[in-house]
């Protein structure tokens, strides 16, 4: 009983160490979620990296584009772009297995002062992926 007490709770601390993810947008019934993580989730000294996780509930494939713009004391310090992403039917693309991660780039790390917008967000549902 105590070692089931301990899994339990080593499970719920993990979660909490590494935090959820926050729905973002929504938009023609795909979501995408965000979250500040570590290139290396093992290495607490290793870069941060912005991960991104999207959700296609739809019972068609997307298409999408999706772009993030990263502030720093409300300045543009950096930015990037995904083109024509497909996702099929019901699929999810998860930040570490498949997913998208933007590594940040500046010297220091991204603080307080540093806030990050996703843009030129663009859905359209497609018959099927070619990649399917």
Do not use: H
Not at 61 to 86: H, K, P
Request: glycine share 6%; proline share 3%; aromatic share 12%.
């Amino acid at each position: 009983m105590t070692k089931i007490i301990v899994a339990i709770f080593l499970c719920f601390s993990a979660s909490c160490l590494f935090g959820q993810y926050k729905l973002e947008k929504e938009v023609e019934g795909v979501q995408f979620y965000s979250k500040w993580g570590r290139e290396v989730w093992y290495k607490p000294k290793s870069d941060k990296v912005f991960l991104i996780k999207v959700v296609n509930s739809n019972e068609e494939a997307v298409r999408f584009d999706l772009g993030i713009e990263f502030t720093e004391n409300m300045q543009l310090v950096q930015e990037g772009m995904i083109s024509e992403y497909c996702l099929g039917a019901k699929k999810k693309l998860l930040p570490r297995v498949n997913g998208i991660i933007y590594k940040y780039e500046m010297k220091k790390e991204p603080g307080k002062e540093t806030d990050y917008e996703l843009t030129g967000l663009t859905v359209s549902k497609i018959p099927v992926c070619e990649d399917e």
